[in-house]
Structure formats: C-alpha cells, structure tokens
C-alpha cells in the first residue's frame, strides 16, 4: 500500500438520502476536523433515483477526502456496503448510515477503541425506540431465533454503524457470497471486539427504505445464511411423524383382530392426507429456499456494477506519480 493511503476510510452507503447530505456533511466535517487521522470518505451511491448523486458530487467538489462510486443500479445496503470496504484503502474503516441515525460524533470514541487494540468495534444501540413497535418485536424474535439455531451468535444492538480494523475489513471481503448479511459476516469473523454504547437518533430525513416485507426477505436471507437448522428439522419431522404412522398402524391392526372391521373412517383419513401433504409441500418449499441461494451462488455474477467514480483520478495520478 502507498503512503498516501488515509489512516481512515469512513464508507456510507447511500439510497434517495438527497435531503440528509447537507446535515451528513456538516457534522461528519467536524468530527473527522477534531480528529488527529487522516481520512477518506467514500459515498455509495446505491441508485438513488432523487438528485443525491448530484449533492454527492457538489461535496466532492468541495473536498478531496471525499469520493463515491455510483452503483449501476440499486442493489441493497449490504452490497453497497461491500463495494464501499473493497474501494476502502484505510488502516481502519468506519461504517455508516446517512440518516444521522448513526451520531458521528461516536467516531472519536471508535477510533479510541482501534488504537486500543480493539478490530471490531460496534456501536452498540441502548434502545430501538426510534423504530415501529412490529419491527421491534420480530426483530428481537429474529435474534432470538439465529443465536439459538444458527452458528454465529450476535450480540444485542450491534448493527452496521462500526470500526472495522484493515485485517477485519479483509477478512469480510474474502467472503464473495450474494445473499449477504453483513450483521452474520461481522460475528462470523471474529476478532477481538467490543461495543460503544449510543442511542439511535431518528432519521433526519426521509422514510426508513426498509418496510416489512423487505424486512422479512432480509430476516430470512440471514437465517439461512448461517444455519442449517430448517434443512435438518424435516428429517426429524419425518422420522417423528413415520414413527406415529407405525404406531397408529399396530393399533388398528391390533383393534380388527380383536375386534373386527368397524366403520369405515372417511373424516380421519381426508384430515390426515391434507395434514401430510401440507408437511411436504413445507418441507420442499424449506429445501427450495436453499436451493435458491446455492442457485444465486452457483451463477457467480459480480456483486455489483460500478457505473461511475468521482475524485478518484486525484488517487490514481497520485499513485502514477510516486511508482
Ligand atoms: N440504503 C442503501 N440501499 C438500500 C437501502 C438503504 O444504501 O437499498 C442505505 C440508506 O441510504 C441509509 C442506510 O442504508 O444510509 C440505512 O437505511 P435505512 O435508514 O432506510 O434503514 P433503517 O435505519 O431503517 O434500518
Ligand atoms: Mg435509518
């Protein structure tokens, strides 16, 4: 890596956020002002379909510390996320909504953590009274659900607003799958972490791009990702329910030899075909969501398309000139 490289990289990812860049830049400015590391910061710009690329390009105008790369497309928050690490050069990169839900000024605090020793250092939210009541309770069966059936365990509150030192950033990039949940990849990769505690502020601007069933499809991309429980549990049913069947056999074997034919059980029989049935169609539909995301995974596409840089020719010259 060259000198010039900036000892932080704070990567934003950025979705029709047009009203919040003003606020964003504002506060941000000041804290990385009153900071002794240099910085970088790298928009991404994740096709906004408002005039966000064009603040974002009116900011870069103004600073050489900051750049974005404009996605081709929208392709979600987690891999705009991941397009920010792979063009991040920092020592540590910072990780941030642009909302203002993520206070900035917590940075100092952060990189107070890194130089500490710490690789992994979250924000950790105190409270979710900024989000709908029903987003808070599936949220927390959702956690509930992945520490005890999945491998990873994940602490309380840490979401994406983090610290993530150089070798834990490479460690995360290392890691191409599609259907990505970043919360899963930060856990999974370990390194030695802690949370800062901080209360998450409301959106400045703005709605929340995440309604429910974007937030199911996410839960549920999570949930696969890093267990392998609803796979496993059909055989266990089939076992159990093949066990109950035999049981139920003998009993009536038993009862006609005793006692001979009685009537005919229409009800019992049409209750448990549909019964059985619906057990297989949710077995296959548990087997076809799998296959889905090895599906994905298998066509090896790119993560994402970059269609458009901005201040990156000032890095590029700089390399050139010093070989
Ligand atoms: N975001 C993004 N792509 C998307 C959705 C969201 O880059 O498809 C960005 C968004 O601009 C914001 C961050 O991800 O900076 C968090 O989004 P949001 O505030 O909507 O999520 P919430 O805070 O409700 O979880
Ligand atoms: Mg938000």
Do not use: C, H
């Given at each position: 890596?060259?000198?010039?490289?900036?000892?932080?990289?704070?990567?934003?990812?950025v979705f029709n956020e047009a009203n919040n860049l003003a606020?964003?830049?504002?506060?941000?400015s000041a804290v990385m002002a009153g900071c002794e590391q240099s910085f970088e910061v790298i928009f991404v710009n994740d096709g906004s379909q408002d005039d966000t690329l064009e603040k974002i390009r009116s900011l870069c105008e103004q600073s050489t510390n900051f750049r974005a790369l404009s996605l081709s497309r929208n392709f979600g928050k987690e891999v705009a996320i991941t397009a920010g690490l792979d063009k991040a050069r920092g020592d540590a990169v910072i990780i941030m909504d642009a909302d203002l839900q993520h206070p900035p000024e917590l940075i100092s605090q952060f990189i107070e953590k890194w130089r500490q020793g710490f690789k992994n250092v979250y924000g950790q939210r105190l409270d979710r009274t900024t989000?709908?009541?029903?987003?808070?309770?599936?949220?927390?069966?959702?956690?509930?659900?992945?520490?005890?059936?999945?491998d990873i365990s994940l602490p309380s509150g840490a979401g994406d607003y983090r610290l993530l030192d150089r070798q834990a950033v490479d460690a995360l990039l290392s890691m191409r799958e599609r259907a990505r949940f970043n919360k899963g990849l930060y856990?999974?990769?370990?390194?030695?972490?802690?949370?800062?505690?901080?209360?998450?502020?409301?959106?400045?601007?703005?709605?929340?791009?995440?309604?429910?069933?974007?937030?199911?499809?996410?839960?549920?991309?999570?949930?696969m990702s890093f267990s392998s429980v609803p796979l496993k549990i059909w055989t266990y049913a089939g076992t159990l329910i093949s066990g109950f069947a035999l049981a139920m056999a003998s009993y009536y074997w038993i009862r006609t030899m005793l006692f001979g034919v009685d009537l005919p059980g229409f009800p019992s029989l049409i209750v448990s075909i549909t019964f059985f049935s619906g057990v297989q169609l949710i077995s296959l539909g548990v087997i076809g969501?799998?296959?889905?995301?090895?599906?994905?995974?298998?066509?090896?596409?790119?993560?994402?398309?970059?269609?458009e840089t901005i201040n990156y020719e000032l890095i590029n010259k700089k390399e050139k000139q010093t070989p």
């Open positions: 890596m060259s000198s010039d490289n900036p000892d932080i990289s704070v990567v934003i990812p606020l964003l830049n504002a506060r941000l989000d709908p009541r029903l987003r808070t309770i599936f949220t927390k069966l959702f956690y509930r659900l992945v520490n005890k059936f999945g856990a999974w990769i370990g390194f030695r972490s802690i949370g800062v505690p901080y209360s998450v502020e409301s959106r400045a601007a703005g709605e929340s791009k995440f309604n429910f069933s974007r937030l199911m499809q996410f839960a549920l991309d999570g949930f969501e799998y296959i889905a995301r090895i599906f994905n995974e298998v066509k090896g596409r790119p993560l994402y398309l970059i269609e």
